[in-house]
């Protein structure tokens, strides 16, 4: 059997348990702990986590700081886009939102690409179905919104911030693809987190909880870090290099399924019509969108041959 056949459906699905985790673990966390305040310490030791990784692999610190000069500018582009202002939308829209409702908006990513590659990659028509799915994905967002939200036009804005951090990560794939296509990929994953975290430092100082929040608060924060940042960013990058970026995206239809298990099980988050409605429309639109699900053009039946 090959490695494909053997190890693609169980690291695939192992990738999106660990970042549908990441909605319940920010859900907890935000409960005591204020966004900035919480990305900051979740950006700096996941940071500290994937430099020593990039440490071993290249044999020194010395060596790795070398890698991460190698990363240029970027890293710190991609610390904007793709870790500092989308991990902070998402943790603000979860203290409006349910955690299962921020994992079903956060797969409108593959939407987001589809429509920047439109202004970046003009040669990228959207036509037909490939059009129809992206309107089909924005219809699911609205609908996981609501038009008669339970907790308000709060929880409007709180969709509309993850939705906000969908936008960050479409941008923060194109532009990875276009700038690192031949680079170590944890170099540039541990550029992107620790670059992030310089960033949003002064932030989440400013915003320091009062008090010594619960272990709870912080075994989430830490488990945020090590398994939904750290751990997650490794078997990511490690899925692309084996089985290619088109089969990694795969996961986006497996990270909503985990987010809202996770929520409505361990968190006892109530299962809506909206959140179901808005995951299947969003899921659809994702399929169409990208291309992975054609609808066939129905070929005319030839005519019978004269007698």
Known sequence: ??????????????????????????????????????????????????????????????????????VGRGGIVLGVINSALPFTAIAWGETHVESGIAGIANASVPIFVVLLAL???????????????????????????????????????????VTLASLCYAAANLYAQHHYTRVNVIALAAATHCAAALMILPFGLARLPSTT?????????????????????????????????????????????????????ILDEPLTANAVAGLLLILGGVALGSGLLRMRRREPVPAAPAP
């Open 1 to 70: 059997m090959t490695r494909t056949a053997r190890g693609y459906v169980p690291m695939l699905t192992f990738l999106a348990a660990l970042w549908g985790s990441s909605y319940m673990f920010i859900k907890v966390a935000v409960e005591e702990i204020a966004p900035t305040a919480m990305i900051a310490g979740r950006l700096i030791l996941a940071g500290a986590v994937l430099f020593g990784a990039l440490a071993v692999q290249s044999g020194g610190i010395g060596a790795a700081l070398a890698e991460l000069r190698k």
């Open 119 to 161: 202004r970046f990659n003009p040669a990228e028509r959207v036509t037909g179905w490939r059009l129809a799915g992206v309107l089909v994905g924005i219809a699911g967002v609205a609908v996981l919104a609501g038009l008669h939200p339970s907790g308000g036009w709060w929880a409007v804005a709180g969709v509309g911030a």
């Open 213 to 265: 929040p619960s272990w709870k608060a912080l075994a989430s924060v830490a488990a945020l870090a090590l398994l939904g940042t750290a751990v997650a960013s490794l078997v990511h990058y490690r899925l692309v290099s084996w089985y290619g970026s088109s089969r990694t995206t795969m996961v986006t239809y497996l990270i909503p399924a985990f987010a809202l298990f996770y929520g409505v099980v």
